[in-house]
């Protein structure tokens, strides 16, 4: 059973950078897909990036093209989420979620998630 834990959060701001880690415990090698999400006040959970571990083929939300950067760790099991050129609409709780096999925007999609942190960007 995968299990996810992210860490990295806090306040930074605006046109500041942070990386977000999600270490996975199991095995996510070959079939899963790791997703970011995040959920700000009073909004809908939004995908913002996704990569397909056995390729590495990732995919971002326009809303962040350019400044979000999903990578990953085989060998420490982690995936990463760097943010740079922050702005205040960034601000909410970052999930990163699994799924095997294929990647999806879907957040019904995605049975794995880990507990969420926080980012706060300020202007």
């Known amino acids: 059973q995968v299990q996810l834990v992210e860490s990295g959060g806090g306040s930074v701001q605006a046109g500041g950078s942070l990386r977000l880690s999600c270490a996975a415990s199991?095995?996510?090698?070959?079939?899963?897909?790791i997703a970011w999400f995040r959920q700000a006040p009073g909004k809908e959970r939004e995908g913002v990036a996704t990569i397909y571990i056995r390729s590495s083929s990732t995919d971002y939300a326009d809303s962040v093209k350019g400044r979000f950067t999903i990578s990953q760790d085989n060998a420490k099991n982690t995936l990463y989420l760097q943010m740079n050129s922050l702005k205040p609409e960034d601000t909410a709780v970052y999930h990163c979620?699994?799924?095997?096999?294929?990647?999806?925007?879907?957040?019904?999609?995605?049975?794995?998630w880990g507990q969420g942190t926080q980012v706060t960007v300020s202007s």
């Open positions: 979620a699994a799924r095997p096999y294929f990647c999806s925007w879907s957040v019904s999609a995605y049975s794995v």
């Open positions: 199991g095995d996510i090698h070959n079939r899963y897909c």
